[in-house]
């Protein structure tokens, strides 16, 4: 009897060994009770990115400061100088004269502006500008006078290779433009495109590295015209603007056209007058400049 009791307590034993077992596995496996967390934050981190991938909505914030640079080109394709019965070669022998014209060709063109948008329809632009180019000089009825006290001009076939100018010509300018876009007034420069129209004035100061003057010729230079500004994301924007220029330059006549024996010689710049002879020239005459330029903008958000 007691050995049958025995065998059915060591029976009873084996089979409530594994119950335990899955018992502590489930105990286990309910103490790995991760996956509800992780599944909440792939949640939040799934919401953050939405959120951060709703689409930008194109605006030109008021109050904000930006800065532009262009580059583009001044048509300054026009007469700069122009005089007649002037020195364009001077020998020992011979002195030469004839009506010189200097014109200017297409140049270069690199501003930085920085603009300060008062309201979304609205901003000013202080600018810092250079342009440089070349100048090409004609030389149109060619005489010549003898050094040796001659009083009458005689014909010259031709001009020499290089009697006539062909050199560069830089200008820097400052000034300040206002930018008004019409199509934002009232619509708080919501979009992409945004046409503007832009007036203003600047200080130009042009040099032309010529024999006949001397130091640059300072105008004020009136210009308007208008353009298309694309705000491509929160911190660039691109625009592209054609412009009218107007302005008058006056040279001055250069201290000396030649220099000779080490400074000791200096030939200023000659006129020549019918009945009077040769004569320093006193002054050339104003130029106006009407003139067109473009440009392609890159512009930042501070």
Request: proline share 3%; net charge negative.
């Amino acid at each position: 009897m007691h050995q049958k009791l025995l065998a059915l307590g060591i029976c009873l034993s084996v089979f409530a060994c594994p119950d335990a077992g899955a018992q502590e596995q489930q105990v286990g496996e309910k103490s790995f009770n991760l996956r509800h967390s992780t599944l909440e934050e792939q949640q939040a981190v799934q919401a953050a990115e939405e959120i951060q991938q709703v689409e930008y909505e194109p605006i030109i914030d008021e109050r904000t400061l930006e800065t532009t640079l262009t580059l583009g080109f001044w048509m300054l394709d026009k007469t700069l100088l122009e005089h007649d019965n002037i020195i364009y070669k001077y020998t020992t022998e011979d002195t030469y004269f004839g009506d010189v014209v200097i014109k200017g060709q297409s140049a270069f063109n690199p501003q930085l502006r920085l603009n300060y948008n008062l309201y979304p329809w609205f901003s000013l632009e202080p600018v810092f500008g250079v342009s440089v180019s070349e100048y090409t000089a004609t030389v149109a009825n060619p005489r010549s006078l003898s050094n040796s006290g001659g009083n009458t001009l005689e014909d010259v076939e031709g001009i020499g290779e290089y009697d006539a100018e062909n050199r560069s010509i830089i200008t820097l300018s400052t000034g300040l433009n206002a930018v008004f876009y019409p199509h934002d007034y009232g619509n708080f420069a919501k979009g992409r495109w945004h046409p503007y129209v832009q007036g203003g004035i600047t200080r130009t100061w042009l040099s032309i590295n010529s024999d006949y003057t001397g130091d640059s010729a300072d105008s004020w230079d009136l210009n308007g015209g208008g353009g298309i500004r694309l705000v491509a994301d929160k911190l660039i924007s691109i625009r592209f603007e054609v412009l009218f220029h107007h302005m008058t330059v006056e040279f001055e006549p250069k201290e000396a056209f030649r220099v000779l024996n080490e400074g000791e010689t200096k030939i200023p710049v000659l006129e020549y007058i019918e009945g009077i002879g040769q004569r320093d020239v006193a002054g050339f005459t104003s130029q106006t400049l009407n003139t067109m330029s473009w440009a392609l903008g890159f512009t930042a958000n501070f």
